[in-house]
């Protein structure tokens, strides 16, 4: 189903805010990403490399050349995308869903050898995601002191303009649109025991967590007990660098689900994905511009399905 809007709205964030009172002087995007659910159908099978081949050369290097020009068109031709990341993925919460519920996703990543075996310490991400600008910028999501590999990140991800109704089925924008939400984020690697179990250990990795709940949940159970989404084996294939606009680049992901880590060919979930980095915290106007206009071409891709549910809403919370 679809529904007509009598303008399509595209976001553009590149403003400069307050963070809070002891903050540094204002806060500064330190990126942008554009996600785009594509039919996960089209990838399945055992050999997903030569699928991803395809879908590069039928249907995203004709709308990068549209919307980015020849030279960044036959780039994205010659070198394709190579298999960059080969991880399992699962979601923690409580049983009533208590963190997405608030805005929050605490996900785990482990890296997979060839053989689908665990191949490194779990990675950890605390997660708050919202379209207010100002609450997420106030969200803190500290490390503790000490936690090994720890980096944070502000970012805007933007989705396509859909709704979806209690029934589970997505109302797509037409003509095409786009949304913003904006995401705090900070990610460490933990020992294998040391995967949070209860919201209380969630803030033993990130001190200032049960502040960032209270924020936006008041008072909660802190002895709340975690369990795990299920577990899904996840393939990342990644292009080299390419022309966004004048010393800006920008890169396409391609990301592949499979439930179950033994699941090699049939696919719950395909998503492509191009982001770039802002210049402290600035955008070009051509960079603004044209990665609006890719993303919206790449939603009429027929390999496209705008409304098919994101990453974290296929994981997400079954309380």
């Not at 403003?15 to 554009?34: C, H, M, P, V, W």
């Not at 209380?200 to 989404?229: C, I, N, Q, R, T």
Request: aromatic share 8%; charged share 30%.
């Amino acid at each position: 189903m679809r529904f007509f809007f009598s303008q399509a709205i595209v976001v553009v964030a590149t403003l400069t805010f307050q963070t809070n009172a002891t903050a540094a002087k204002g806060i500064e995007l330190d990126s942008r990403e554009y996600k785009l659910m594509l039919v996960p159908e089209r990838f399945a099978g055992s050999t997903p490399q030569q699928t991803v081949r395809r879908f590069v050369r039928d249907q995203l290097e004709p709308a990068v050349r549209r919307a980015f020009g020849d030279e960044a068109a036959d780039e994205l031709k010659e070198k394709g995308f190579d298999l960059d990341e080969r991880r399992s993925v699962r979601f923690w919460d409580t049983d009533d869903c208590a963190l997405i519920r608030s805005g929050f996703a605490l996900r785990e990543r482990v890296d997979l050898s060839d053989e689908g075996r665990p191949a490194s310490e779990p990675e950890i991400t605390l997660k708050f995601r919202s379209s207010d600008l100002f609450l997420t910028a106030n969200m803190q999501l500290a490390a503790r002191a000490g936690a090994k590999d720890a980096e944070s990140k502000f970012e805007e991800d933007l989705g396509p303009l859909a709704v979806r109704t209690a029934s589970g089925e997505a109302i797509v924008s037409m003509p095409r649109s786009s949304r913003s939400q904006f995401s705090r984020s900070t990610t460490q690697t933990v020992d294998r025991h040391a995967v949070p179990q209860t919201l209380k250990e969630v803030e033993d990795l990130y001190p200032k967590f049960d502040d960032d709940l209270h924020l936006v949940a008041g008072e909660s159970d802190m002895s709340a007990k975690l369990a795990p989404s299920e577990e899904y084996r996840e393939l990342v294939y990644k292009s080299s660098k390419i022309d966004l606009a004048n010393d800006m680049k920008t890169s396409f992901a391609l990301t592949i689900w499979y439930e179950g880590v033994d699941n090699r060919d049939r696919p719950a979930l395909a998503e492509i994905s191009f982001s770039y980095d802002t210049t402290d915290g600035a955008v070009p106007a051509e960079a603004a511009r044209r990665g609006p206009g890719l993303f919206l071409a790449m939603q009429d891709l027929d390999w496209a399905d705008p409304g098919q549910p994101t990453k974290t809403a296929l994981a997400g919370c079954a309380g």
